[in-house]
């Protein structure tokens, strides 16, 4: 009969053990050497190992100790806080601030946990630091601001603005800081209706400064499209009050 290689046969048990439901990968981890064992947590991904290891901890909490343990000394420093952000994003959200507060929790690995996140949900998970620790929030905010492109960053604040009440939103708008980049950005991420009622509720020189940017910097037809809702939002109002021609 054929002789597979040490590398074939981990491949072999790997693609089986995957195979498996989530139970009886945890009775057959169980009956596996070191040395198996060691190779079937090299193989799976880092979702795959935090959700393998995080029902294993339910069930079998001293293998689920060994494995991680195994993981802790066997891979790179990346590589498990890698696996360790994706068992941290498994966790409700109050469990994720308690992670955050860890002395362990390095600048590195929360900079890789936000970066698994999009924009809402980082907007979302610094919303709930400052609503129970506005340090760790302002600790989450700086670290963006330091390691995240001026895009990204950008992308997260307004998805942050866009969780406010509008007429907090408005006051953002006027605040200093807001450029108008940001305001753009803004007003690109609502629909024309969206945009209509936001300006409708701006103070004089806001509203202007809100239409001038939809003048010079939305196409003809996005312009047309705010122009419409913004009529049909203030039908009292004449035609040729409104900055856009």
């Keep these: 009969s054929p002789q597979f290689s040490s590398a074939e046969q981990a491949k072999f048990n790997l693609e089986g053990f995957r195979r498996l439901p989530l139970d009886q990968q945890q009775a057959r981890f169980a009956t596996y050497d070191a040395q198996t064992q060691e190779s079937i947590l090299k193989g799976l991904n880092d979702e795959e190992k935090a959700n393998f290891i995080g029902a294993l901890g339910a069930t079998n909490p001293t293998l689920a100790t060994s494995a991680e343990n195994m993981l802790k000394s066997k891979l790179s420093p990346r590589d498990y806080q890698n696996f360790n952000v994706a068992r941290i994003l498994r966790k409700p959200e109050n469990e994720q601030r308690t992670a955050w507060a860890s002395p362990d929790f390095t600048d590195d690995g929360k900079e890789a946990f936000l970066r698994k996140k999009n924009d ?115 039908t009292s109002k004449p035609v040729g009050d409104l900055a856009l021609a």
Aim: aromatic share 6%.
């Design 120 to 234: 809402d949900e980082k907007a979302s998970f610094v919303d709930s630091l400052a609503a129970t620790n506005p340090a760790l929030a302002a600790d989450a905010e700086n670290l963006m601001k330091s390691r995240l492109s001026p895009k990204d960053y950008q992308n997260y604040k307004i998805a942050r603005v866009l969780r406010k009440p509008e007429t907090e939103q408005r006051t953002v708008w006027a605040s200093t800081g807001f450029t108008d980049e940001d305001k753009e950005l803004l007003l690109r991420k609502k629909d024309a209706k969206g945009q209509a009622r936001f300006i409708g509720g701006l103070p004089a020189t806001d509203k202007t400064n809100a239409e001038n940017l939809i003048t010079t910097r939305f196409s003809a037809g996005e312009q047309r499209a705010y122009k419409e809702a913004a009529i049909e939002g203030i």
